[in-house]
């Protein structure tokens, strides 16, 4: 039975002594803030060890709008932590979530209005004077981890004494590498401290660098970070129970102590020599947060804060937040709200899914399908052999599933139930959505088209998976184009988010708002793309490509050629990229987009030389390039220097997004950002291309304008 606190509160204007003042000028910069609350109530602990202060964080909204910290949240959180300090009748003090929700971090609407480094500073500072009260009360504190916590929200759970988390808690995670700044409100001092450097480095560095993964409950649990873990149902209730115990001393938590010597000094080389192969320098926060960690070891909690203070002060000033920031905005706003998807009330119900092809890329489509969509999908293919190997590759990788526990035995076996295959395209009569993964050739996608017509409703949608070919050609036989869509995954698809949507000539309304709504459940971004040659990614990407093989072409050693977008820190160097598309590949829609525009797009000869040779692989398993391989890289007396590849290359880029936007492939730069952001992998701190190449100078020297004139704010 709880009651409410009788003790009078501190009002969040005078909670943190001598400050209010200094923190009164955030009420302007944070002017949008949706302030989570800290509804704080009296609870007797079970087992008689007493009275306890339960504190709810909670902003008033449901789950869809998560609960952040802005200086309104941090000053609501100090008073109700400094009414529990007041008291002489409690034993502990508990910090929980509203439901699905712990708290997902700092409120970030007001960083792009900071001016100056004393206001940046000034947040830092704030953010610790209030946290590090949970850990220097006169009682025990514990944090009940009961939904998603991220950034500052793990790091409110860092500085209590105690903490238990939901094995139900979906995202775990210390983002701030990826945005640009660094966990500056406590987390480079303690979460070392209390997992060891390696663990704490995985969270705080190794998760953001790759794709800005999560952790879930039960490993939180697992790394040590939580000392507890209950099932979700009855979560405070079993967390109030241990936590009884603990106060009681019934239960004593043990923790292996932290190797502070030579351990966490190869865990920082590790991490160091990791984020340098990956961003080659072009990224500062990652950089920043290593030193923090390696410092922490013989620092003070002073010390370290107050580093962690200057930290944030520097990177919040800095232009790759700001960049961070939009790219940020780009995937949590622009890619759930596509610009030019038609009314969502046009859209039809899948209740069947088609699947043409039953290879690599075909077998990751129908596990897609089957896995968000739950209904059941078709393969079909030339003969049974191949057919059962797709089929096969499906119900691995459900295996795989289940061996890693993301799904559990009951879910495989629906998985794999769903998933058949058909020797004929009847098994399609009943669909509402047939995708086609076969050659990437017209006349072969044209004959596949015609077939799966001639079995299904005029109303089924039938997309194409192509990378380059005309959508409007390939619909141009058919009784009904207007279903015909384009579909565009990339490899691997159950990685990378985007999904190029191509609105042919004659596509409707129902069958763009079906493809739409087919991709929103699939949980793909989205972009709208004029029917062009390659589309956004691809065209942008081969273009890059490009201009460095012409580089080899010309005399450029190929490591040199390489080496010279190493500064953006891209996820891959170009050859690299080049293997993984694979040499034909890239050849085809080279020669797609040279037949198009044949002034931008030349086909390397040594490429072609390459694919006649029947090279798939650039570089051996030493991480050098195929002897074999280089020995056709040669030719050329002109060679290039790194800087110039560099620079004829990002003019190249800021040249045909100008062409692109001014065709209306896409809606806006950002639309262009948001495709290399989640279909390429081009780096958050980037902030996306067409910011970088505003920031470099290229867009005015190649345009004689910038991408951006009015900043980046403006993403509408």
Known sequence: ????????????????????????????????????????????????????????????HDHNKPNTFGPGGLLELDAAIEAAKARTDIVAVAVTGKPFIFAVGADLTGVPKVENREQAHAIGKLGHDVFRKLGELDVPTFALINGAAMGGGVEVALHCTYRTVSSGVPAFALPETFLGLVPGWGGTYLLPNLI????????????????????????????????????????????LRWAAKVVKGDITVERPEVDKGEAWDQAVNNARFMVEGKLHGAAPAPVRALDLVAAAKDRTRDEGFAAEDDALADLMMSDTLKAGLYAFDLVQKRAKRPAGAPDKQLARKVTKVGVVGAGLMAGQLALLFARRLGVPVVMTDLDQDRLDKGVAYVHGEVDKLLAKGRVNADKASRLKSLVTGSLTKDAFSDADFVIEAVFEKMEVKQQVFAEVEAVVSPETVLATNTSSLSITEMASKLKHPERVVGFHFFNPVAVLPLLEIIRGEKTDDATLATAFATAKTLKKSAVLCKDAPAFVVNRLLVLFMGEVLAAVEEGTEPEVADRAVAPLGLPMSPLLLLQLV???????????????????????????TLVDAGKTEIYGPDFTIDPEVKKLFTGGGAPSSEEQILDRALCALAREIKIMLDEGVVAKPADIDLCLITGAGWPFHLGGITPYLDRSGISEKVNGELFHPEGLSALS
């Open 1 to 60: 039975m709880s009651t409410p606190i009788e003790q009078s509160r501190p009002s969040p204007a005078t909670a943190l002594s001598g400050g209010a003042a200094r923190h009164s000028s955030f009420s302007e910069l944070f002017s949008d803030e949706v302030v989570t609350k800290a509804l704080a109530r009296d609870i007797e602990l079970p087992y008689g060890a007493g009275k306890a202060v339960l504190i709810t964080l909670d902003n008033g």
């Open 196 to 239: 060891g450097a390696e663990k704490a480095l995985k969270i705080i560095i190794d998760n953001p660098m790759n794709q800005n993964k999560m952790i879930k409950g039960p490993q939180v649990h697992e790394m040590g970070i939580a000392d507890a873990i209950f099932e979700p149902a009855d979560f405070v209730e079993e967390s």
């Open 582 to 608: 694979g040499p034909a590949v890239a050849l085809h829609v080279t020669e797609t987009l040279h037949a198009s525009f044949p002034e931008r797009f030349g086909v390397s000869e040594q490429l072609r």
